[in-house]
């Protein structure tokens, strides 16, 4: 069975703090990975898909990466505004969601 | 551009009531999803439509029926609600139209969800 696990479940930074995201798979046939960004009372909303290992993508203060057991979500000098609870998300015949980290920036 | 949009946002229903949540996109997508979310548990697939005409059982599909009435609309159904059924539901749709899987290699764009909570 697929397995997506994230980490940490929380996180607090000091605006500017650069950190970084973890999403780990067990998948057998990854067809991609996903990001995706959930503010309070929104859905998800994406951000990145990520397709073999190697593979990076940029996206303002986000980017993110791709190994062959796991992925980073990195975040360099967050803003307040990067605040949000980010979910990865993968699979072969169907995705499977982790159950996210929830990033708050302080100013 | 609208995206997905879920109706209604909020709902209180009581114990054995029925309702149905409707989602519609305008993306022009082949595949639509039925999703709820629960603390800590993270996003679970109840139902989804590969395409036009056809809807397939996710992981939690019982007490839950679907209707794919057109391309663009695709909607759940809660028969007799229960208390187990409150969650925030979120439907989705992708560019995908595999008839026979369930996963997609295109990211999934969401609506903003219906919180529905049974008394």
């Known amino acids: 069975e697929d397995q997506v696990t994230q980490s940490p479940e929380a996180l607090r930074l000091q605006e500017g703090e650069s950190s970084s995201l973890n999403c780990s798979y067990t998948?057998?046939?990854?067809?991609?990975l996903f990001w995706y960004r959930q503010d309070p009372g929104k859905g998800p909303e994406f951000l990145f898909t990520?397709?073999?290992a190697g593979e990076e993508k940029e996206k303002e203060r986000l980017k993110a990466t791709l190994t062959k057991k796991e992925s980073f979500l990195h975040i360099t000098a967050p803003k307040p505004e990067d605040s949000a609870t980010y979910l990865c998300a993968g699979g072969s015949q169907k995705v499977t969601f982790g159950t996210g980290t929830k990033l708050q920036v302080i100013p | 551009n609208a995206g997905v949009t879920q109706t209604p946002k909020f709902r209180i229903l009581k114990i054995g009531q029925s309702m149905t949540l409707q989602c519609a996109q305008d993306m022009n997508h082949n595949s639509m999803y039925w999703y709820r979310q629960d603390p800590g548990m993270g996003l679970r697939l109840i139902y989804y439509s590969a395409s036009e005409g056809t809807t397939d059982k996710g992981e939690v599909p019982n007490g839950y029926n679907v209707s794919r009435l057109n391309k663009r609309e695709f909607s759940l159904r809660l028969e007799s609600a229960a208390p187990s059924q409150t969650s925030v539901y979120f439907c989705?749709?992708?560019?995908?139209?595999?008839?026979?899987?369930?996963?997609?290699?295109?990211?999934?764009?969401f609506g903003d969800g219906t919180r529905l909570s049974i008394l």
């Open positions: 990520l397709y073999s």
């Open positions: 998948v057998s046939g990854l067809r991609g």
């Open positions: 989705a749709s992708s560019e995908d139209s595999r008839a026979l899987m369930v996963y997609s290699n295109q990211p999934q764009h």
